[in-house]
């Protein structure tokens, strides 16, 4: 992947060549394929994909929670895993934070006691105040006062601070998320990602971070690495994901995309031009040098498509098509607009609350489809 | 050879080898203890005068005694699972998901029966329910009377085959319901709740959903219920005989004790019988059990919605009472009123009520011997081997796989050995040369050990099944070795389910028959052996006392063990410093 030229940072976790694979008795199942990370100083990596895909593996490999099969871990360049060395140090040695998705807080313990615990398992020496430290974590995260109680007493969400309490009391080189908030509301989610961030810029720490979803992943991440089958298929920031996904499982992943099949006329080194069913289009920057004759998919997400009435805003050079309205789904701050095109194909349209309002498509009426300036993505095979 | 530099820090912390050799010499132990006499039974009965010989086999197998025992044995136990599984499983619906509970007694109300040594609750029914002196036999006589029924009072002894049922339900009962209850606490309550909204009454949602949702656990269930009534001893022991109705384990009991020289050699034979027997079924319950899941301590807490039960809610609580009632007060109240008379009779006259039975009791050294015995030993005991099982278990759970599996099975085994064969085997095998433990309290401990481990482990297993396995990886994580996350994390989740196996084991213990029969002598009673010499003497009034001395030490022991480990998580874990 190509990245901005910036001043070489250190390396918190640097991950080569990692292979899982599962053995039960009828067959085998590669959990992760030959992954190269590197997360960097105050980074946070998020690994994105859906269930099975091998994002938590991967965490709980750098964790010592498994052990690959092959590849090598190493964390603050220090190596933690080296199949080749043979190497496996447990996950006491790795000095790591961690949220767990059950939060996983000791419930015999009271919330001082889980927060501290970290801080007493390490050298004396390098333990300092451990009532300052807690009270001051616990402060930070809006847990103070609750020191007392149990888990059992506190609601998802401050539990679920206790954990992040706990994961940054250390000041661990890295620490690890697997998926801590897919337990709470969608409000409290929402809060959670807030603090996390305002946290992030406060402490600087390093993390991998696992999720589903890709609103949070898209959020909190500085790299995002989209995962499929094992693999990491993408890994740029969020904004290079989203508007340049590098094909259909990525783009499709990590927001709606219009997609249709297309085939390659004619291609240079910065652009080519693409036909399908209702038209030929001309695709900018496409993600690889393309050849004519090679078949594939053209996308476009739905918010860069503006609607027009038949004939109107002639002037403007974007590509258009003439489609028929099939519905309108209001969804409050947008509309979603469905239009069959006229050729074949269908193409979905989000119009924010304001353009919609003041001129509202009508079913089955004509109407133009405008793709705005460089927004057609050529999305591979 | 390679070339690589040491990092001694980095590979292979020293503290895991330690552990590693606490635990080698824990199961060395515990082999030792188990297949020791396992072995010397196999080679006895196989092998008696070193070489195969089968004439002992036949010798044995064809008593006609013997296949009226073996008859009796698979008619009680197939009954008594086709009443108390359908029972039991009911209980447990009804507390587990239905409003007629209340509050957290109710859970306990069920398993309270087991809290009581089998043998005190036979003896209590004895009290009760025989034909001229029980205290239930005249009034019920008299009511069925009154409904026109002229009823010889024989026809409503517990000396019969409906007593013997009777008690092995009842016996039975809490097995099931321990079973059944943890399924339904980790079943998923919107299937219920599914059931009721597409119109299913609240019966048949129990028929149709939540008993097919739980079957793994009614199997399971099941299988342990005819494997218990297998084994039973006491029941049998203080009712068939009366009734003339004998089973196996009764049977092998004479061969050993009514037989002159014993016929250790049949008794071995038919151990080895049951042995494999049992072990099948075992098998097929481990089976079963396996592909049951477990409800799982976690972060979070699920309340499920209860089914309201409407007008049916009391009738349901009074059954729960009537069963409590049944299994518990009466059969320790028939005791008590039995203990404070001077000789057992059905007519209770206030004034003639008094200790002296206890005085007597307490004044020979033998009783007081037994006594302390038995405390003594049950304490030990059942502390070593809940700690074992609780070791064992967490080293299970944290090796996983094939060493976890082959850990189960050891220390389930002696569960398939009826404990009166194995207590033969610990006394053939350490009992003389090269031991000479014959008569020392050691013997009897040794084979509680081994015979009791099954319970505890299965006990512990669920314990530790039970601490969400993140909670344990979340202590590694920050920074604890394994010695550490074991004593912080581990042990304290763990130690309400220990404790609760604790005083379990303890009330068997308690009132252990088996291998006080054979194990225990004039040189080291133990209660077990007390209540076979009173009750072979007919000293009835002695029995009740020593039966209320076993039921309220029970009773104090188990509840002062369940509120020491409370599961409130009120208590420090250590987290706070070293």
């Known amino acids: 992947m190509l990245k901005e030229p910036t001043a070489p940072k250190t390396v918190a976790v640097q991950i080569r060549g990692l292979r899982k694979v599962y053995r039960s008795r009828a067959r085998s199942v590669v959990g992760v394929d030959h992954v190269d990370l590197d997360v960097a100083a105050g980074e946070l990596v998020v690994l994105l994909g859906p269930s099975g895909c091998g994002k938590t593996t991967l965490l709980r490999s750098v964790a010592g929670l498994e052990t690959p099969d092959e590849g090598e871990i190493s964390i603050d360049g220090r190596v933690v895993f080296s199949a080749s060395r043979k190497r496996a ?35 004396p020496s390098l333990r300092g105040d451990v009532r300052a430290r807690v009270h001051d974590v616990c402060t930070r995260l809006g847990v103070a006062g609750f020191e007392e109680r149990f888990p059992s007493e506190l609601s998802g969400g401050q539990q679920q601070r206790v954990a992040l309490a706990r994961a940054l009391i250390g000041k661990p080189s890295v620490i690890l998320f697997d998926e801590p908030l897919s337990n709470v509301d969608a409000k409290v989610r929402r809060r959670l990602r807030q603090q996390l961030r305002d946290l992030k810029h406060e402490t600087n720490f390093s993390g991998i971070y696992v999720t589903h979803d890709q609103e949070e992943a898209m959020e909190l991440a500085d790299t995002l690495a989209v995962m499929e089958s094992g693999k990491i298929r993408q890994l740029a920031s969020s904004r290079e994901v989203y508007q340049r996904p590098n094909g259909l499982y990525v783009a499709g992943f990590v927001g709606e995309v219009n997609h249709w099949p297309a085939e390659v006329v004619e291609a240079n080194e910065t652009s080519a031009l693409v036909r399908t069913g209702f038209g030929t289009f001309r695709v900018e920057n496409p993600p ?64 924010f609350e304001a353009v919609s309002h003041r001129s509202p498509p009508v079913v089955g009426a004509q109407i133009d489809a405008i793709f705005e300036a460089t927004s057609l993505q050529w999305l591979g095979p | 050879m390679t070339a690589t530099v040491a990092e001694p820090n980095e590979i292979a912390p020293p503290r895991y080898r330690a552990i590693t050799f606490v635990v080698g010499a824990i199961v060395a132990a515990v082999l030792a203890v188990i297949f020791l006499p396992l072995a010397t039974i196999l080679q006895r009965a196989l092998l008696p005068n070193g070489a195969l010989d089968l004439s002992l086999w036949a010798a044995t197998l064809s008593q006609p005694d013997l296949h009226y025992a073996i008859r009796n044995t698979l008619i009680l136990a197939v009954v008594t699972t086709v009443i108390a599984v359908p029972v039991g499983v009911f209980f447990a619906w009804l507390v587990e998901r239905t409003d007629a509970r209340w509050g957290a007694l109710s859970r306990l109300l069920p398993v309270i029966p087991l809290l009581l040594p089998p043998v005190a609750m036979t003896i209590g029914w004895l009290f009760l329910a025989d034909p001229r002196a029980g205290f239930l036999a005249a009034p019920m006589q008299t009511a069925f009377r009154a409904m026109g029924l002229d009823i010889d009072p024989s026809a409503l002894a517990v000396q019969s085959w409906g007593g013997l049922i009777l008690l092995y339900v009842l016996f039975s009962v809490p097995h099931v319901y321990v079973v059944a209850a943890a399924a339904f606490s980790s079943l998923d309550p919107s299937l219920e709740e599914a059931a009721r909204i597409f119109g299913k009454g609240r019966l048949k949602c129990f028929l149709s959903v939540s008993m097919p949702a739980i079957r793994h656990a009614i199997g399971s269930a099941s299988l342990l219920c005819i494997i218990s ?39 071995v034979v038919l151990g080895v019988l049951l042995i494999v027997t049992i072990g099948l079924l075992w098998l097929a319950q481990r089976r079963i059990a396996a592909s049951t899941g477990h409800a799982q301590i976690g972060g979070m807490g699920i309340r499920p919605n209860r089914i309201a039960l409407g007008a049916w809610r009391w009738p349901a609580r009074i059954m729960l009472l009537l069963y409590v009632a049944l299994t518990s007060i009466l059969p320790l109240l028939a005791l008590f009123v039995v203990s404070l008379q001077q000789f057992w009779r059905p007519l209770v006259r206030l004034d003639q009520l008094s200790f002296e039975n206890f005085f007597e009791f307490w004044s020979t050294a033998q009783s007081r011997a037994a006594i302390v015995n038995s405390s003594l030993l049950a304490v030990l005991t059942t502390t070593c081997v809940v700690l074992i099982a609780g070791v064992l278990a967490i080293v299970g759970k944290n090796v996983g796989g ?6 189960g099975v050891l220390t389930k085994t002696p569960s398939a050995i009826p404990h009166i064969v194995f207590a033969v085997g610990v006394l053939v095998t350490f009992g003389f040369a090269p031991f000479f433990l014959n008569g020392t309290w050691f013997i009897i401990f040794l084979c509680y050990v081994a015979v009791f481990l099954p319970q505890a482990s299965i006990a512990a297993e669920a314990a530790v099944q039970q601490v969400g396995g993140q909670l344990v990886e979340a202590s590694r994580i920050f920074g604890a070795r394994p010695g550490r996350t074991f004593w912080t994390v581990q042990l304290p989740l763990i130690l309400p389910g220990l404790a609760a196996g ?21 040189r080291n009673p133990v209660i077990g052996y007390l209540i076979l010499s009173l009750f072979d003497n007919g000293t009835y009034s002695q029995l009740a006392a020593l039966g209320s001395i076993i039921g309220v030490v029970s009773g104090i022991t188990v509840f002062a063990a369940l509120m020491f480990a409370r599961p409130r998580f009120s208590s420090s874990g250590g987290g706070g410093g070293d």
């Open chain 1, 89 to 123: 140090l447990p996950p006491e040695d790795r000095h790591l934070g961690m949220m767990f998705q059950s939060y996983a807080l000791w419930p015999h313990m009271t919330v001082f006691q889980n927060v501290a615990y970290p801080l007493s398992s390490m050298d």
């Open chain 1, 288 to 351: 690889e040098v393309l050849s004519p004759g090679r078949t594939g998919t053209l996308g476009v997400r739905p918010e860069r498509v503006s609607l027009a009435t038949p004939g109107a805003d002639a002037a403007s050079a974007d590509p258009r098509v003439r489609g028929r309205v099939k519905e309108v789904v209001f969804l409050g701050a947008r509309c979603e607009v469905r239009v069959d095109i006229d050729g074949g194909g269908e193409l979905m349209a989000w119009l």
């Open chain 2, 502 to 522: 604790w005083a379990l084991i303890f009330t068997l213990v308690v009132g252990e028959l088996n291998a006080a029969a054979i194990l225990a002598g004039p």
């Open chain 2, 229 to 267: 009534s297998f084994g039973l001893y006491s029941i049998p022991a203080l009712l068939g005989t009366a009734a003339r109705i004998d089973v196996l384990s009764v049977y092998i009991y004479r061969l050993l004790n009514a037989a002159y020289p014993p016929k250790i050699g049949q008794a």
């Open chain 2, 402 to 407: 094939k060493w976890e599996k082959w850990l």
